[in-house]
């Protein structure tokens, strides 16, 4: 059977299931009708039939990269909103995995504390609002809370510092469930301080990590050449209590050429002997080389698994080719260090990597092998080129500069490892982002493939280190 009637047939239990009347049992049949008319034989339905199936809401097929080396995920998503005048609600869940055993599942409540004008009236039978309703985005409080579970088969582990070897590459595989909520809360929103685009936010999230010997043969398990003194965490991994503060500022200046975005964080981890102190310092710039500028690949407002226009039950935009050019220069500078006190110890598997891309798809010295370089201080740089051609597929260069510090030996800002890498992005619609590079370090040259696990506007998960 087909992705498009297994999830016709779905939409079809789900939608009698709600009852004619309820929001979803609408949300359900309205859906239904528009896969059946985009994926309706034809030459079109080619291009719109799979927009209608990875995208859509209530329910959608999710597919995406999970961590390094575990593989391409796919499964069923699901997003549901409920507004009124003074807030909007969102729903979103899903469970995906790969052929290879590795998988993610989580549940993603999302509440914006946001007017909703009340001329907006949605049409009876109809699941949100037209398009032209114009749903108010402006700053307002945003609350999270969200339970997640994630599976993954093979984590690289080279040794603690900057100095790791490329021949002591070992692997683990490890479960880590994250259940916990964020606040962010924007300051200054009136008159012209609202220009600094000033919030702050606070989380707290309980960890539960589990780690389990690697299937990556004919990489060594971890345990064949680190333990407890060398691998922190090694013997025992208790349930962690992370708590979590920041302050971000976004302003723009050059009449909207050119775009901060800075954040200062700082976060407790408790799980005696395993707490610690984390800092973190983020600086992040975007130039436009023309004054069109792409739309923003993530939003606060928005859960992982939805790329509404605006707030509300608005549908996701479909892909559109435009000549207007969009390109970009960006710079950012990324520090974060690590304490400990009384006999505690950073354990290895909450530390960052440098290298291929980090636990959570974050790129940083791409022409390495994933997680290359760990360790509880990272300082990198980046600088790149980005241009869009009709506004869907991009081509990028980006140079990187970075290094990671050794146990108790604070920040380390010298000796910084380097690589280059170049490729294309493609972002149509509300579809996941897709990436292929090329990187090239002193350790030889690799490719990347990857696809993000959000819809395109979707608000990221929770941060896995």
């Not at 032209?132 to 088969?153: E, F, K, M, R, W």
């Not at 290094?403 to 996941?432: E, I, Q, W």
Request: hydrophobic share 40%; proline share 7%; with cysteine.
């Amino acid at each position: 059977m087909t992705p498009t009637l297994v999830l016709l047939a779905t939409l079809t239990a789900a939608g009698q299931a709600s009852g004619r009347q309820s929001q979803l049992g609408a949300e359900f049949s309205l859906q239904k009708g528009r896969i059946i008319d985009a994926c309706t034989a034809g030459a079109k339905s080619l291009f719109k039939c799979p927009v209608e199936l990875f995208t859509d809401h209530p329910l959608h097929l999710s597919v995406g990269s999970l961590a390094p080396q575990n593989g391409f995920a796919f499964g069923p998503a699901f997003v549901t909103h409920f507004y009124n005048s003074d807030r909007d609600i969102s729903i979103n869940a899903d469970v995906v995995g790969t052929t290879s055993g590795a998988w993610r599942a989580g549940v993603y409540f999302k509440l914006v504390l946001t007017p909703v004008p009340e001329t907006v009236v949605v049409p009876v039978g109809e699941a949100h609002p037209p398009a032209s309703a114009g749903i108010n985005i402006h700053p307002y409080p945003v609350i999270d809370a969200y339970t997640q579970t994630i599976s993954l088969h093979t984590i690289f582990f080279f040794g603690l510092g900057p100095d790791s070897a490329k021949a002591d590459q070992t692997a683990f595989g490890m479960r880590q469930t994250i259940v916990g909520g964020r606040v962010t809360y924007p300051l200054l929103t009136k008159g012209r301080a609202a220009a600094l685009n000033l919030g702050v936010s606070g989380e707290i999230n309980g960890r539960f990590v589990d780690l389990r010997p690697s299937d990556a043969a004919p990489i060594p398990d971890i345990t064949t050449k680190y333990d407890e003194s060398s691998a922190p965490g090694l013997a025992a991994q208790p349930g962690a209590l992370q708590l979590g503060e920041g302050v971000r500022i976004a302003p723009a200046a050059f009449n909207d050429r050119l775009h901060f975005n800075y954040l200062a964080a700082a976060e407790q981890f408790v799980a005696s002997p395993y707490s610690f102190r984390r800092w973190t310092v983020d600086l992040d710039h975007d130039f436009s080389i023309y004054h069109n500028r792409l739309p923003p690949a993530t939003r606060n407002t928005h859960g992982p698994n939805d790329c509404s226009e605006t707030l509300g039950r608005s549908p996701c935009p479909p892909p559109s080719i435009s000549r207007n050019r969009y390109g970009s220069i960006g710079f950012r500078l990324y520090a974060s260090t690590s304490t400990v006190s009384g006999g505690n110890a950073v354990p290895f598997y909450f530390q960052q990597t440098l290298g291929g891309s980090d636990i959570n798809g974050t790129r940083w010295l791409s022409g390495y092998e994933d997680y290359r370089f760990r360790g509880p201080g990272v300082f990198a740089l980046r600088e790149s080129f980005e241009h869009y051609i009709y506004g869907i597929v991009g081509v990028s260069v980006i140079g990187e500069q970075g290094t990671v510090s050794s146990p108790g030996a604070g920040l380390k800002l010298s000796g910084l490892k380097h690589s280059v890498s170049a490729g294309a992005s493609l972002r149509a619609g509300g579809l996941p982002m897709a990436f292929l590079m090329w990187g090239w370090g002193p350790e030889g040259h690799r490719v990347i493939a990857v696809v993000n696990t959000n819809l395109l506007g979707g608000s990221s998960r929770p941060s896995l280190q």
